[in-house]
């Protein structure tokens, strides 16, 4: 059953510290998304990747959060450094996108629950 | 720019009785409007998807969702609820050909017994 699996699933610490969360896409999928999950802004779109260059980062803060995708079974979002108003979770998706045109659908992980003190 | 409004923040419903999810968009062309589910502590999954085909579309569990152009609406219905349909739904709308979501704010239905 393929899946798109993200780590950790809870992280708690402290402000300054860097923070790395993983996500492992669905094989053979070419587009990875990062979103972001709060009670007061909902579901943001943080970053997102189609074979793996960059295509969309502009709802990422620049100053402090990284997003990249070393392979094609990796994808990392780096906070450095955190700090409380990052706690949130955030979830990693995959998707394809085709020459003929995609489906849309994108498969979300069950999110990394981040919580900065 | 496409967007998408979900009408209420919480809707709740007895189990059995009907449910109905509303949602409006905005697109200046035909869009591509989806209803993703979330589970407590969970990820989000496709419900079902509209992408200019069939107006009336089908999904999971047994929700389906009505395209509407003359109101602009994608409402959420499903005949009779179950407890475990209680969860949090999403409407979504696709921006631009890359998969980009765009995400309601969310309505929360709770299902009572």
């Known amino acids: 059953d393929a899946r798109v699996t993200q780590t950790p699933r809870d992280k708690v610490t402290e402000m300054g510290q860097e923070v790395t969360m993983r996500c492992q896409p669905i094989?053979?999928?070419?587009?990875v998304f990062w979103y972001r999950q709060t009670m007061m802004q909902g579901l943001e779109l943080l970053a997102y990747f189609r074979n793996r260059a960059p295509l969309d980062d502009s709802g990422m803060p620049k100053d402090r959060f990284s997003a990249e995708m070393p392979d094609a079974t990796l994808a990392t979002l780096k906070i450095q450094p955190s700090e409380p108003r990052d706690s949130a979770v955030y979830f990693c998706a995959s998707g394809l996108v085709t020459g003929t045109g995609n489906t849309g659908e994108l498969f979300f992980g069950e999110g990394s629950r981040l919580t900065v003190l | 720019a496409q967007s998408v409004t979900q009408l209420d923040s919480h809707v709740s419903v007895s189990e059995g009785t009907p449910v109905l999810l509303r949602c409006n968009y905005s697109s200046s062309y035909s869009p591509s409007l989806f209803w993703y589910v979330q589970h407590p502590n969970k990820g989000l999954q496709l419900l079902l998807k509209y992408t200019s085909a069939a107006t009336l579309v089908k999904g999971i569990n047994g929700f389906e969702a009505e395209f509407k152009k003359s109101e602009t609406s994608f409402h959420l219905t499903k005949p009779s609820a179950h407890m475990s349909d209680a969860a949090e739904y999403f409407c979504v709308v696709r921006r631009g050909g890359y998969n980009k979501l765009i995400f309601g704010a969310g309505t929360r239905l709770a299902v009572h017994p």
């Open positions: 094989l053979g999928h070419n587009t």
